[in-house]
C-alpha cells in the first residue's frame, strides 16, 4: 500500500483553500499556512462566471453559493444614459444546466469555501508563513516562521500577487505591474431594475453593476490613469460623484445617493503572469501567484478555483508528483494565458475608448472559450 501523501498549502485564499480541498479530496493528508492570525478576507462582492461556478460544483460549495450569492444568465449592455443596448447571452451547454453568471459578497465566499474546507480535516497553520523552502528529490523541506520544519511531497504556493514563494522558487520572474486603470468599487441595496450583470460602455471609464444577493448589489468603476496617484480617501465619494456625472439611467440614482459614508474603495489594478512553467520540483504557484489578472474578465478568482480544483485531480490521479504537476501545467497553462492577455486587451479598448461592441466582441470571444471543458 503506498503511503499517504503529504502537501503544503502556503496561503488559504480562494485558490489555497480550492487546492487544499481538492487534495483532500484526492487522498492527501494536507496543511495549510496563512501569515494572516485571523484567516479574514476584506472587500466589496465579486463576480462569478459560468465555469467559476462549474468547479465550484466540484468543490462541493456550488449548492450554498448560490443559496447566498445570486445567480443570472446574461450581462445586460446599457448606453451611458442607461439605455439597454443589448444582452449577451452567457449560457453555454458546455456549462450542463449551470446558472452562467453570478455574484458573491467577498465574506461569504471566503465563508462557505472555508467551512467546506474545515469538514476536510486539513491542519490549519494561521499567523504563519514559510521561510525556507528547499527542493530535494523525492521530498521538499520547509522550515516555517514558527521555527519548526517539515518535509512534504508536495508545496503549494497560492500566496497571492505579492507572492513571497514566487521569489522563492522563481527570483527572476516578472513583477506585478501597473496595467493604466483604477477599480472603484461600491456596495449598496440591489435596485430593483438590476437583474443580472449590468454594463454601462461608451463613457470615459467602464461601469458596471452586478448583484451579489437578492438585496445587494455592487458598482465597479474602472478608471484610466496613466501612472499611480495619491487619492485623500476621504474625498473618495466626490471623485467618485464627479466620474459619474455624465451617467444616466440607475446610474443616476446610484450618484444622487453617495455619501461620506458609502463603503468605497479604490485600488490600482496590477497584472503578473510567471512564463511557462509554475513548477519547480515538486513545487507549483497557483492563482494571482502564478497569474494576477486584471477583473475584465470577472475571472481571477475563478482561475485561482480551476487550479486548486485541476491540481486535486491531476495529483491524485497520478502517483509520481512530477507527473501530475506537468499534467497540471498541460490543463492550466492557455486557459488562464487567455485570461490575462484577454483582460488586457479589454483594458487597452477601454483606455482607447474603443466601440462598445470592440469591446463585447473579446469578452463573448474569452467566455466561449472558458465556458469549455478543459
Ligand atoms: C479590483 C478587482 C476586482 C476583481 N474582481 C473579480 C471578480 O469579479 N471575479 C473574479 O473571479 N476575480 C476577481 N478579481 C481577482 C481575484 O480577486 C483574485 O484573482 C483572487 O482573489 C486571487 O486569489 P488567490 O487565492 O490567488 O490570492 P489572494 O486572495 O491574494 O490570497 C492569498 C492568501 O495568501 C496569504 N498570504 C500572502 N502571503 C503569504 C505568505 N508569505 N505566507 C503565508 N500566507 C500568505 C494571504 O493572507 C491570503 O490569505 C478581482 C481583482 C481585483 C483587483
Same mark, same amino acid.
Given at each position: 500500500?503506498?503511503?499517504?501523501?503529504?502537501?503544503?498549502?502556503?496561503?488559504?485564499?480562494?485558490?489555497?483553500? =480550492?487546492?487544499?480541498?481538492? $487534495?483532500?479530496? +484526492?487522498?492527501?493528508?494536507?496543511?495549510?499556512?496563512?501569515?494572516?492570525?485571523?484567516?479574514?478576507?476584506?472587500?466589496?462582492?465579486?463576480?462569478?462566471?459560468?465555469?467559476?461556478?462549474? +468547479?465550484?460544483?466540484?468543490?462541493?460549495?456550488?449548492?450554498?453559493?448560490?443559496?447566498?450569492?445570486?445567480?443570472?444568465?446574461?450581462?445586460?449592455?446599457?448606453?451611458?444614459?442607461?439605455?439597454?443596448?443589448?444582452?449577451?447571452?452567457?449560457?453555454?451547454?458546455?456549462?450542463?444546466?449551470?446558472?452562467?453568471?453570478?455574484?458573491? $459578497?467577498?465574506?461569504?465566499?471566503?465563508?462557505?469555501? =472555508?467551512?467546506?474546507?474545515?469538514? &476536510?480535516?486539513?491542519?490549519?497553520?494561521? @499567523?504563519?508563513?514559510?521561510?525556507?523552502?528547499?527542493?530535494? +528529490?523525492?521530498?521538499?523541506?520547509?522550515?516555517?516562521?514558527?521555527?519548526?520544519? +517539515?518535509?512534504?511531497?508536495?508545496?503549494?504556493?497560492?500566496?497571492?500577487?505579492?507572492?513571497?514563494?514566487?521569489?522563492?522558487?522563481?527570483?527572476?520572474?516578472?513583477?506585478?505591474?501597473?496595467?493604466?486603470?483604477?477599480?472603484?468599487? $461600491?456596495?449598496?441595496?440591489?435596485?430593483?431594475?438590476?437583474?443580472?450583470?449590468?454594463?454601462?460602455?461608451?463613457?470615459?471609464?467602464?461601469?458596471?453593476?452586478?448583484?451579489?444577493?437578492?438585496?445587494?448589489?455592487?458598482?465597479?468603476?474602472?478608471?484610466?490613469?496613466?501612472?499611480?496617484?495619491?487619492?485623500?480617501?476621504?474625498?473618495?465619494?466626490?471623485?467618485?460623484?464627479? &466620474?459619474?456625472?455624465?451617467?444616466?439611467?440607475? &446610474?443616476?440614482?446610484?450618484?444622487?445617493?453617495?455619501?461620506?459614508? =458609502?463603503?468605497?474603495?479604490c485600488r490600482p489594478l496590477e497584472t503578473v503572469f510567471v512564463g511557462e512553467d509554475w513548477t519547480k520540483g515538486r513545487t507549483? &504557484?497557483?492563482?494571482?501567484?502564478?497569474?494576477?489578472?486584471?477583473?475584465? $474578465? /470577472?475571472?481571477?478568482?475563478?482561475?485561482?478555483?480551476?487550479? @486548486?480544483?485541476?491540481?486535486?485531480?491531476?495529483?491524485?490521479?497520478?502517483?509520481?508528483?512530477?507527473?501530475?504537476?506537468?499534467?497540471?501545467?498541460?490543463?492550466?497553462?492557455?486557459?488562464?494565458?487567455?485570461?490575462?492577455?484577454?483582460?488586457?486587451?479589454?483594458?487597452?479598448?477601454?483606455?482607447?475608448? /474603443?466601440?462598445? /461592441? /470592440?469591446?463585447?466582441?473579446?469578452?463573448?470571444?474569452?467566455?466561449?472559450?472558458?465556458?469549455?471543458?478543459?
Open positions: 500500500m503506498q503511503a499517504e501523501r503529504k502537501a503544503l498549502v502556503i496561503g488559504g485564499g480562494i485558490a489555497g483553500m =480550492s487546492a487544499a480541498i481538492a $487534495l483532500r479530496q +484526492a487522498g492527501l493528508s494536507v496543511d495549510v499556512c496563512d501569515r494572516d492570525p485571523h484567516w479574514k478576507v476584506y472587500g466589496a462582492g465579486i463576480t462569478i462566471t459560468g465555469p467559476t461556478l462549474r +468547479a465550484m460544483g466540484r468543490l462541493g460549495v456550488l449548492d450554498e453559493v448560490l443559496r447566498q450569492g445570486y445567480a443570472a444568465d446574461g450581462i445586460d449592455v446599457c448606453s451611458t444614459d442607461g439605455r439597454k443596448l443589448m444582452t449577451i447571452d452567457t449560457r453555454s451547454d458546455a456549462l450542463g444546466g449551470i446558472p452562467s453568471a453570478g455574484g458573491i $459578497l467577498r465574506p461569504t465566499l471566503h465563508s462557505i469555501i =472555508s467551512a467546506r474546507l474545515l469538514t &476536510l480535516g486539513p491542519t490549519m497553520m494561521l @499567523g504563519v508563513t514559510v521561510e525556507t523552502l528547499e527542493n530535494e +528529490a523525492d521530498h521538499v523541506n520547509i522550515v516555517f516562521s514558527t521555527g519548526k520544519s +517539515a518535509r512534504y511531497d508536495l508545496v503549494v504556493g497560492a500566496d497571492g500577487i505579492y507572492s513571497r514563494t514566487r521569489q522563492q522558487l522563481f527570483p527572476d520572474a516578472p513583477r506585478p505591474h501597473y496595467a493604466g486603470q483604477y477599480c472603484w468599487r $461600491l456596495m449598496m441595496p440591489r435596485h430593483p431594475d438590476i437583474l443580472r450583470r449590468t454594463f454601462f460602455l461608451g463613457g470615459q471609464g467602464k461601469v458596471g453593476l452586478n448583484p451579489v444577493s437578492p438585496d445587494s448589489m455592487y458598482m465597479f468603476y474602472v478608471e484610466a490613469q496613466a501612472e499611480p496617484i495619491w487619492r485623500d480617501e476621504t474625498k473618495q465619494h466626490l471623485l467618485l460623484s464627479e &466620474l459619474l456625472s455624465p451617467y444616466g439611467g440607475v &446610474l443616476k440614482d446610484v450618484r444622487n445617493k453617495l455619501t461620506a459614508s =458609502s463603503q468605497i474603495v507549483v &504557484l497557483i492563482g494571482d501567484a502564478a497569474h494576477a489578472t486584471t477583473p475584465q $474578465l /470577472a475571472s481571477g478568482a475563478g482561475m485561482g478555483i480551476e487550479d @486548486g480544483l485541476v491540481l486535486g485531480e491531476e495529483i491524485g490521479r497520478n502517483v509520481d508528483i512530477a507527473a501530475g504537476l506537468s499534467a497540471f501545467m498541460a490543463r492550466r497553462y492557455d486557459r488562464c494565458k487567455l485570461v490575462v492577455d484577454s483582460s488586457l486587451e479589454i483594458s487597452r479598448l477601454e483606455r482607447e475608448q /474603443a466601440p462598445p /461592441a /470592440a469591446q463585447t466582441a473579446v469578452v463573448e470571444r474569452a467566455l466561449a472559450t472558458l465556458n469549455e471543458e478543459f
